[in-house]
T-cell receptor, first 114, second 112 residues
Framework: NAGVTQTPKFQVLKTGQSMTLQCAQD?????MSWYRQDPGMGLRLIHY???????DQGEVPNGYNVSRSTTEDFPLRLLSAAPSQTSVYFC?????????????FGSGTRLTVV | AQSVTQLDSQVPVFEEAPVELRCNYS??????LFWYVQYPNQGLQLLLK??????LVESINGFEAEFNKSQTSFHLRKPSVHISDTAEYFC??????????FGDGTTLTVKP
C-alpha cells in the first residue's frame, strides 16, 4: 500500500519558471490538500479538494493552481515561481472531508526558487 | 475561525524523563483534535486523535493526550521518553467541514 506519493522529492527552479508538483494516493480518499511548511510557521493550507472535479482555496493560494480530474491525483502548479515560494510542500489526504479522519501525508517536495 | 497555539517551540529533555507538549486551541465551532509527529526529512504521521468520549486518548507508542474542554487544551504527554522520540510534534484541529488548522510545532529533543 503506497499511501500518498509525491514527486519530485527535490526541485530547484529559476524565478519565473513554472512547474507541477505531483501527488497521487491509492487509498480511494475523497479529500486531498496541499500544504506548505516554512520554519516556525507550521503548515499553511494552499488548496484543497473534497472530490474529483471540486477544488477550493486555502489560506495561501496566490501563485498556485490545482485541478482534480480523478480521485487519485491532485497536482499543484506553480505558475511563475518566486523566491517566496521556496518551501517544503506536503500533500495530504483523508477518506472524507467530514473532519473526524486524520490525514495521511506524503513525504514532501523540497522546492528552492533562485 | 480556528487557531492553535503550541506553547513551547522547543522542549529538551533527558532520556527516560517525562515530557509534556502543550497545545491550546480556540474555535467558534466543534472541532476534532489531533497530534502529528514529523521525523527529520519525512512527512507528518498521525499520532493520536480525539473525536468524542473519554477525554484521555492513547497512541501505540506510549504517548497520551488529554482533552480539556474548559481550558480548550489538548496536551501531549509521555511518562518516559526515548532517544527515538526526538522529532517535531504538531497539534491540529479539524472542523466538520474538513479544514484543518495546525500549530507551529514543538521540537522535542531527547538527550542521552
Amino acid at each position: 500500500n503506497a499511501g500518498v506519493t509525491q514527486t519530485p522529492k527535490f526541485q530547484v527552479l529559476k524565478t519565473g519558471q513554472s512547474m507541477t508538483l505531483q501527488c497521487a494516493q491509492d487509498m480511494n480518499h475523497e479529500y486531498m490538500s496541499w500544504y506548505r511548511q516554512d520554519p516556525g510557521m507550521g503548515l499553511r493550507l494552499i488548496h484543497y479538494s473534497v472530490g474529483a472535479g471540486i477544488t477550493d482555496q486555502g489560506e495561501v493560494p496566490n501563485g498556485y493552481n490545482v485541478s482534480r480530474s480523478t480521485t487519485e491525483d491532485f497536482p499543484l502548479r506553480l505558475l511563475s515561481a518566486a523566491p517566496s515560494q521556496t518551501s517544503v510542500y506536503f500533500c495530504a489526504s483523508s477518506y472524507e472531508g467530514s473532519g473526524s479522519d486524520g490525514y495521511t501525508f506524503g513525504s514532501g517536495t523540497r522546492l528552492t526558487v533562485v | 475561525a480556528q487557531s492553535v497555539t503550541q506553547l513551547d517551540s522547543q522542549v529538551p529533555v533527558f532520556e527516560e524523563a517525562p515530557v509534556e507538549l502543550r497545545c491550546n486551541y480556540s474555535s467558534s465551532v466543534s472541532v476534532y483534535l489531533f497530534w502529528y509527529v514529523q521525523y527529520p526529512n519525512q512527512g507528518l504521521q498521525l499520532l493520536l486523535k480525539y473525536l468524542s468520549g473519554s477525554t484521555l486518548v492513547e497512541s501505540i507508542n506510549g504517548f497520551e493526550a488529554e482533552f480539556n474542554k474548559s481550558q480548550t487544551s489538548f496536551h501531549l504527554r509521555k511518562p518516559s521518553v526515548h532517544i527515538s522520540d526526538t522529532a517535531e510534534y504538531f497539534c491540529a484541529v479539524r472542523t466538520n467541514a474538513g479544514k484543518s488548522t495546525f500549530g507551529d510545532g514543538t521540537t522535542l529533543t531527547v538527550k542521552p
